[in-house]
């Protein structure tokens, strides 16, 4: 099976005095580009599992190339790196519908742990929203991005939910009955705006939940398990270790040695 590709997209506008992405194509295959305008071409070349947009001060013309990809590549989780940081920034970025929105600096640890479930985010969807070209007739692919969007803002009440209680037990049936629509309507639609199912979905945010908590000196495995929603430990290491690419043990031994 084929390396996942990461598509880095490097806007930062003052001198470089880091280079995370060298960093991290020690790891994963990495398409780096500077230039907006070559998008496109990469990912029609390279077909990357996930993006990675970095930033230092992002302004509006930085903002821009972001916000079309997701409007493009529906498909495609985003993770962004920047240096500003601001609460109205952080809320564009939920909007945008970022997948993880990473202050720096970040240990090299984190980073590694974030990238493995970013990838594993895109490599793992199993429904591609289809990116319709100009030769239909007019109006369609509108009409297309119409009826997508009108299926996230119906599923924003589960997200929300989540986001809330994922520390609890989080039924299937609440969660539907918050959108307004059955079990299986519900489960469809999740599917299909996400890129998987809505238990896994549940997890992987979980997991991302657990990664800074485990990152802090003195950290518990199985406290931090208990308060991220897991109620059995050995199911957590599974899936820690099935998205992150480390069992919890070894992320905070390595955790243990970065800080040293």
Known sequence: MAPSTLLWVDLRIRPFTT???SQVSAIHRVAYVREPSEIPKIVATHSPEAACYE???????QLEPLHSTRLEYP??????LTVK???????????MRVWDYLVLPVSRSDLAARLALLLSEGAMSSVREVILGSELPGGTESALRTARDDRQKLLLPALSYIEENYSEKVALGVVARLCGIGRYEFSRIFKRVHGRTFREFLIVHRINKAIPLLARPGASITDVAFAVGFNDLSHFAQMFRRYVGL???????EMKTSRR
């Open 19 to 21: 280079d995370l992405c």
């Open 247 to 253: 069992c919890p043990s070894d992320y905070l031994r």
């Open 75 to 80: 498909h495609l989780p985003v993770l962004m």
């Open 55 to 61: 930033y230092d001060e992002p302004g509006v013309e």
């Open 85 to 95: 940081h601001s609460e109205e920034l952080a809320v564009w970025a939920l909007r």
